[in-house]
Nanobody, 116 residues
Framework: QVQLVESVGGLVQAGGSLGLTCTASGRIVSIHTVAWYRQAPGKQRELVASVTRGGTIDYADSVKGRFAISLDNAKNTANLQMNSLNPEDTAVYYC??????????WGQGTQVSVSS
């Protein structure tokens, strides 16, 4: 009952930056944690970053110091700011929301491609 929509990704050269936005609708009050996952071709889906309603943030080791996740409760959005991108960051990125009653919702996925 939580609907998620990711903004359009895009193409970026190595060393560049890109921001992704996840917009939520539905029973937003029930959301406990928002996270960004990614899946590259031939690889398993992996957790990139997560943030709780209380502000607890976790990052994958591979993106620490480069990515930043944030919530804007007024806009019902979650942002993933990606800096110092490299070709290994190329993947489909998914927004995820977990509710207090353990319901998981997923966005449609958005492609991020890093060249060079």
């Amino acid at each position: 009952q939580v609907q998620l929509v990711e903004s359009v990704g895009g193409l970026v050269q190595a060393g560049g930056s890109l921001g992704l936005t996840c917009t939520a609708s539905g029973r937003i009050v029930s959301i406990h944690t928002v996270a960004w996952y990614r899946q590259a071709p031939g690889k398993q889906r992996e957790l990139v970053a997560s943030v709780t309603r209380g502000g607890t943030i976790d990052y994958a080791d591979s993106v620490k110091g480069r990515f930043a996740i944030s919530l804007d409760n007024a806009k019902n959005t979650a942002n993933l700011q990606m800096n110092s991108l490299n070709p290994e960051d190329t993947a489909v990125y998914y927004c995820n929301a977990r509710t207090w009653d353990f319901q998981n919702s997923w966005g449609q996925g958005t492609q991020v491609s890093v060249s060079s």
